[in-house]
């Protein structure tokens, strides 16, 4: 499901939203720090692919 909609919602709004259901979905349940996780692991992934490397993530049509 995230493969098809990422192209829709774009990378920056749902991968932070897959990472926090997987996770959960894996059994950890402080919903606080899945969160925290969840958006730092994006921003983190967003920066070394878009800032460092130069290689465009997908905005989707919410954001273009």
Request: hydrophobic share 55%.
């Given at each position: ?6 192209n829709?919602?774009?990378f ?10 997987m ?7 402080n ?14 992934i ?9 290689v465009?993530v997908?905005?989707?049509f919410?954001?273009?």
């Amino acid at each position: 499901v995230y493969v098809l909609l990422i192209n829709i919602g774009g990378f920056i709004l749902l991968t932070p939203i897959y990472i926090f259901i997987m996770s959960s979905e894996l059994g950890y349940r402080n919903k606080t720090i899945s969160i925290i996780i969840a958006l730092a692991t994006t921003f983190t992934i967003y920066l070394v692919f878009k800032v460092v490397l130069g290689v465009p993530v997908p905005s989707g049509f919410l954001f273009s």
